[in-house]
């Protein structure tokens, strides 16, 4: 699949160079700095219906471009990581065998666009 723009930017006020410049660094020791590190460990380990309360978690997050990348790059199996669950990860996973590099194409992804896990889930599935 290809990546392709969310949406023009109708006032062409910023280009793809400025918004590359202002998306943040990469952070490649993020499992300390999630919004969920001071939380249960266990509150994203939940099955079912929880699932989607856990999610809530990661919305907003700083990290969660890198923790989405990591869990698909590791294909962790269990558990709410980079706000999906296991489930979605894994078609994820299904949608796209030939991406062999999660990390790198996320980071492309976050560097051309808002950062936001809407985002790049919409741009990378
Ligand atoms: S995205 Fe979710 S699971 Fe990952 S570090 Fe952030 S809060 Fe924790």
Redesign the pocket.
């Known amino acids: 699949m290809t990546l392709v723009p969310l949406r023009d930017d109708p006032a062409g006020e910023q280009s793809a160079r400025s918004r590359a410049a202002a998306a943040p660094a990469w952070t490649h020791d ?2 300390g ?5 001071k ?1 249960d460990p266990d509150a ?1 380990f939940v099955q079912g219906k929880e699932q989607r309360l ?2 809530v ?2 919305r907003g ?4 471009a ?3 990348a990591d ?1 698909l790059d590791n294909r962790t199996p269990f ?5 999906m669950t296991e489930r979605e990860r894994r078609a994820l996973l299904r949608t796209r065998p030939d991406v062999t590099n999660w990390t790198a194409l996320i980071q492309a992804v976050r560097a051309g666009g808002d950062g936001s ?1 809407d985002t790049i889930t919409q741009r990378v599935g």
Do not use: H, M
Request: charged share 15%; hydrophobic share 50%; glycine share 14%.
């Open positions: 993020w499992a700095k999630g919004r969920c590190a939380a994203l856990a999610k978690v990661c997050c700083p990290v969660v890198e923790c989405l869990a558990g709410v990581w980079g706000g896990l």
